[in-house]
Nanobody, 118 residues
Framework: QVYLVESGGGLVHPGGSLRLSCVTSGSTFSFDSMAWYRQAPGKERELVAS???????HYADSVQGRFTISRVKPKNSVYLQMNSLEPEDTAVYYCNANGRRYTNYDYWGPGTQVTVSS
């Protein structure tokens, strides 16, 4: 069984920074893609950033230039450095791993709350 667990969320003032971490267990191979999603109250879950096995990254327009995604491939861990946080960044942040190995896989963590407020 594969497990993803996020950490690093919390309450921060506007303009502040947080670093989210996601560690995994139970996998015997490196994931094709890892990503961070978020879901704010009353809104749909949205992709924040993703990083592929080869290192290519993608960011949502709303976080471009403020957030940085990175991963340690052998450990299947992924991180999200969030700077210049805004109240609009308030959401539950979820770690995701997806790809295909014999069959498609799509794993999610339980989420970590990020609240940006003065």
């Amino acid at each position: 069984q594969v497990y993803l667990v996020e950490s690093g969320g919390g309450l921060v003032h506007p303009g502040g920074s947080l670093r989210l971490s996601c560690v995994t267990s139970g996998s015997t191979f490196s994931f094709d893609s890892m990503a961070w999603y978020r879901q704010a109250p009353g809104k749909e879950r949205e992709l924040v950033a993703s990083i592929e096995s080869g290192g290519s990254v993608h960011y949502a327009d709303s976080v471009q230039g403020r957030f940085t995604i990175s991963r340690v491939k052998p450990k299947n861990s992924v991180y999200l450095q969030m700077n210049s946080l805004e109240p609009e960044d308030t959401a539950v942040y979820y770690c995701n791993a997806n790809g295909r190995r014999y069959t498609n896989y799509d794993y999610w963590g339980p989420g970590t709350q990020v609240t940006v407020s003065s």
